[in-house]
């Protein structure tokens, strides 16, 4: 509210920028933009086995991305940036929907839901992945246990953890 309507459009798009940069370094898809948010999808329409660390190492390096653009923003004066992600990994229906006037390719379904909420009850600056992305890079990242939360359209908590780092892999030489 800050903002003059020249200064909106500035900041998204160097943050829009900088989130489709990162997105497509770590293999993943550009879905849509919400507001002031994105969506992006790893995994789909090409599948990695490892999809959900593609995910977590770009929402690291988001956050870093938006550190550093809110740390340029602040040394000019302007006001800083900060955002919340959240990381969810499970089936969802992939595909092209809409009408003859207008197609896009997305994901739906309980899972992409879950993901948005986490979103939703991310603080800035924090990224929060569910149980089910934890138990495929569990061996590669290092989170902090939130324990349930509660989350809108849900009934039970949603098991989530703080995304903290990656751990550094292990060592594979020879003794």
């Given at each position: 509210?800050?903002?003059?309507?020249?200064?909106?459009?500035?900041?998204?798009?160097?943050?829009?920028?900088?989130?489709?940069?990162?997105?497509?370094?770590?293999?993943?898809?550009?879905?849509?933009?919400?507001?002031?948010?994105?969506?992006?999808?790893y995994g789909a329409?090409?599948?990695?086995?490892?999809?959900?660390?593609?995910?977590?190492?770009?929402?690291?390096?988001?956050?870093?991305?938006?550190?550093?653009?809110?740390?340029?923003?602040?040394?000019?004066?302007?006001?800083?940036?900060?955002?919340?992600i959240g990381v969810?990994?499970?089936?969802?229906?992939?595909?092209?929907?809409?009408?003859?006037?207008?197609?896009?390719?997305?994901?739906?379904?309980?899972?992409?839901?879950?993901?948005?909420?986490?979103?939703?009850?991310?603080?800035?600056?924090?990224i929060l992945i569910?149980?089910?992305?934890?138990?495929?890079?569990?061996?590669?990242?290092?989170?902090?246990?939130?324990?349930?939360?509660?989350?809108?359209?849900?009934?039970?908590?949603?098991?989530?953890?703080?995304?903290?780092?990656?751990?550094?892999?292990?060592?594979?030489?020879?003794?």
């Amino acid at each position: 509210e800050r903002l003059s309507p020249e200064q909106v459009v500035s900041l998204l798009n160097d943050y829009y920028t900088l989130m489709i940069e990162l997105t497509f370094k770590h293999d993943g898809t550009l879905d849509k933009f919400l507001g002031e948010g994105v969506m992006a999808i790893y995994g789909a329409p090409i599948f990695y086995p490892d999809h959900a660390l593609h995910a977590c190492r770009a929402a690291l390096a988001m956050q870093s991305g938006v550190e550093r653009l809110s740390a340029t923003r602040v040394a000019e004066g302007k006001e800083p940036i900060v955002i919340g992600i959240g990381v969810n990994a499970g089936e969802v229906v992939a595909g092209t929907v809409g009408t003859e006037e207008r197609m896009e390719y997305t994901v739906i379904g309980d899972n992409v839901n879950v993901a948005s909420r986490l979103t939703s009850n991310a603080k800035p600056g924090q990224i929060l992945i569910s149980r089910r992305t934890l138990g495929l890079v569990r061996d590669a990242v290092d989170v902090r246990s939130l324990g349930g939360i509660l989350v809108k359209g849900k009934d039970d908590e949603v098991e989530a953890y703080e995304l903290v780092g990656l751990r550094a892999p292990a060592s594979g030489g020879k003794k």
